[in-house]
């Protein structure tokens, strides 16, 4: 009980030690999926009494920091492998759920709390390959039938059970690829210049890049080879000429020569309309008459159309329009100045429209 009061004493000064230098947002920032990390590679730190859940399979390749009041939850069926130290703080609290896997390829820093619920017959597995360290008031809780495996020393022997089997460090023993850099740029003709390194690569196969608009779906729009074996410097590039209009996000999936992968945080690119939206006639005397022209390299409908008055009140509003043949249909508008709202994958254009 000593230790429990103690450890919410300390809360209690950080907090307002923390509330007096640090913005709301910063306090209560997010990382992807409003605060769920899905496939794809982790920041550096779980920042400020952020709340995240760990969804699929996530990679940290350096250190992985949780600081003051955070909480890290891997969730069941889920994975965390954190290539290098994994440290958590003071208050801040490191979940694996029954089912979970966490594996650190370095040491385990606990100054705050750390609890294990998972099940050896469910493959609920943490594996440390370092050391496991307590500093301050850091407690490791583990549920009946987890399992804690460490190849160091650690600092709660008794709560240990060995170093890893060899069945489970042959899991992780490498990952496909090191990852060093992934960017895109959209050029002027409208193509996405994908370009990406790589520091490491062990029995590697090839990429698959994929695409989304609705940071959901993604879909494979090209392979490019990998190099297989290499401890330096790989670069690598490829070009999307068929880029959608929108908010578009690319990601790497890295697949090995066993058909195992590992999938990468997606990379976001705007392809705007850039003005090549219009309306006409405008000024217009019928609405119905209004029509809507699109660039040419538009396909398909938009995603949807909406008409406001100068008030900002809704007038009209369509899903799914269709701007060769759709119809705004709406009687008795008075003469003046009105906005039509065109949204589409992400992307939001305003038109002024004069009725007289």
């Not at 709301?24 to 982790?42: K, L, M, P, R, V």
């Not at 890290?72 to 029954?98: A, C, M, P, Q, R």
């Not at 042959?170 to 850099?181: F, G, M, Q, R, V």
């Not at 405008?282 to 008459?289: H, I, L, R």
């Amino acid at each position: 009980m000593k230790r429990i009061i103690l450890s919410l004493l300390i809360f209690t000064i950080s907090f307002t030690t923390i509330a007096q230098n640090t913005s709301a947002s910063e306090q209560f920032t997010d990382w992807d999926n409003n605060g769920g990390w899905s496939n794809g590679t982790s920041p550096g730190a779980v920042t400020f009494f952020e709340d995240i859940e760990i969804d699929g399979s996530v990679v940290r390749i350096d250190d992985l920091d949780l600081n003051l009041g955070s909480v890290l939850t891997i969730n069941t069926g889920d994975s965390l492998v954190v290539d290098g130290n994994l440290n958590v703080s003071s208050s801040s609290e490191l979940i694996v759920e029954e089912g979970g896997y966490l594996y650190v390829n370095g040491n385990l820093v606990n100054e705050g709390s750390f609890i294990i619920f998972g099940d050896f017959t469910n493959d609920g597995i943490i594996a440390v390959s370092g050391n496991y360290i307590e500093n301050g008031l850091g407690d490791l809780n583990t549920g009946t039938n987890s399992n804690f495996y460490v190849n160091g020393t650690s600092d709660d022997p008794g709560n240990t059970d060995g170093i890893i089997p060899p069945e489970i460090q042959a899991i992780y023993n490498t990952l496909p690829i090191e990852l060093k850099s992934f960017e895109g740029i959209l050029t002027q003709n409208k193509t996405t210049e994908l370009k990406w390194i790589t520091a490491k690569e062990e029995n590697f196969s090839h990429f698959e890049i994929q695409r989304s608009i609705n940071n959901q779906d993604f879909e494979v729009i090209g392979t490019v080879n990998g190099l297989g074996e290499s401890n330096s410097d790989v670069y690598y590039s490829f070009n999307d000429k068929n880029v959608p209009y929108g908010i578009v996000r690319y990601r790497l999936n890295a697949v090995d020569i066993d058909e195992s992968f590992e999938l990468f945080e997606a990379i976001e690119i705007q392809n705007t309309f850039s003005s090549e939206l219009k309306a006409f006639p405008n000024p217009v005397t019928d609405f119905s008459k209004l029509r809507i022209v699109v660039p040419q390299d538009l396909s398909g409908k938009l995603n949807k159309v909406a008409l406001y008055d100068n008030a900002g009140s809704l007038l009209y509003s369509q899903t799914n329009y269709d701007p060769i043949d759709g119809k705004i249909e709406i009687e008795n508008i008075k003469e003046g100045m009105y906005i039509l709202k065109i949204t589409h994958n992400g992307l939001t254009e305003n038109l002024r429209i004069f009725k007289h």
